[in-house]
């Protein structure tokens, strides 16, 4: 059964993180990234995410989620940090990524207790949109379209479609999805911990080629440079102010596909600023895992995701790469 996003599970998950909400904050946005400081990569993790059985627990998520995003922003309370993230008035989409259906995409827990904050912060359900490259993945994944203005949105690309004109920078030219282009004020993103048999990882960098027509082109050389001159597009680099990678389960070979046998359960989520340290955050972690397995590193499979640097050098300043510039916290 497909679990609907609807204003009597906020209600569910405010009473699980009873006091976990505290008043405050401003409407100050997010800086853009600056090469001059530190960036902050929040690495959560909850043991007992899940308990005793396998399905996660909505409030403990919630709860890792808080410590995430106060610990991102430095706020005195979580109310204040999504405050930070957008304000009342500007529509917000959440980027997932539903390709591998629902064993390895962003979880529909996880996307509702996101909600949840947001409209504790102010930004009402209307203003919500979830959404994705096609309908049927989404559907796959668990989530449940919809498009009545009035409530919290969930669609493909292709219910709106693409612009007609090209966005083009470097390597790549392409056209845009309507939603990124003309529904969205600002966008979450919300990968996967995962291994990318093409492109060696797919986090937050790549989780932005479900906001293009023709992604198909871009997979030669490992996706370099083509990964980092999509996130060069203006309306992805404008609007994408946080991404949250699900590291609840996440999978070290096989992917995008959902290849169980190897996937493991990390039970946390990866919180960032910085697209571009968030990937190379992740990477280590998968490589570090596929070293407890006996795996050759991807360097060594000839599928090292180059593009992260890439989007770190001085033609596109998206983050930084340099793991003595980036500040992991743990929570």
């Not at 070290?252 to 955050?281: I, K």
Request: glycine share 8%; aromatic share 6%.
């Amino acid at each position: 059964m497909r679990q609907r996003l609807e204003p009597n599970r906020r209600e569910f998950l405010k009473k699980c993180a009873a006091g976990a909400m505290l008043a405050g904050g401003t409407h100050g946005l997010p800086a853009f990234f600056s090469a001059r400081e530190k960036t902050r990569v929040v690495n959560a993790h909850d043991p007992l995410l899940r308990g005793a059985g396998s399905s996660l627990d909505s409030g403990r998520l919630l709860k890792m989620l808080d410590r995430s995003v106060q610990a991102l922003y430095a706020t005195d309370s979580p109310l204040e940090a999504w405050k930070k993230v957008a304000r009342p008035g500007e529509v917000v989409g959440l980027k997932v990524n539903g390709l591998a259906g629902r064993g390895i995409s962003t979880s529909v827990l996880l996307v509702e207790v996101v909600c949840a904050r947001l409209q504790d912060a102010g930004i009402p359900q209307k203003d919500i949109v979830i959404w994705d490259r096609l309908n049927a993945d989404l559907e796959s994944a668990g989530f449940r379209n919809a498009t009545r203005q009035d409530h919290m949105r969930c669609f493909g690309n292709d219910t709106l479609g693409y612009e007609e004109d090209l966005a083009t920078y470097g390597s790549v030219g392409s056209c845009l999805a309507k939603t990124l282009t003309q529904v969205c004020d600002a966008v979450i993103n919300l990968p996967v911990l995962k291994d990318h048999g093409i492109a060696g990882v797919t986090m937050a960098l790549k989780n932005l080629f479900g906001a293009i027509h023709n992604p198909n082109k871009y997979h030669l050389n490992v996706g370099d440079p083509y990964v980092a001159d999509v996130n060069m597009l203006p309306p992805i680099r404008q609007k994408v102010r946080l991404h949250i990678c699900d590291a609840t389960t996440a999978q070290y070979e096989g992917g995008p596909s959902y290849m169980p046998q190897w996937t493991w359960r990390y039970n946390g989520l990866l919180m960032s600023r910085d697209p571009v340290a968030l990937d190379y955050t992740g990477w280590q972690i998968l490589e570090q895992e596929r070293a407890e397995k006996g795996m050759k590193s991807l360097r060594a499979l000839g599928r090292a995701p180059d593009y992260i640097a890439t989007a770190a050098d001085p033609n596109h300043r998206l983050g930084t790469n340099d793991p003595s510039q980036i500040e992991q916290v743990e929570v």
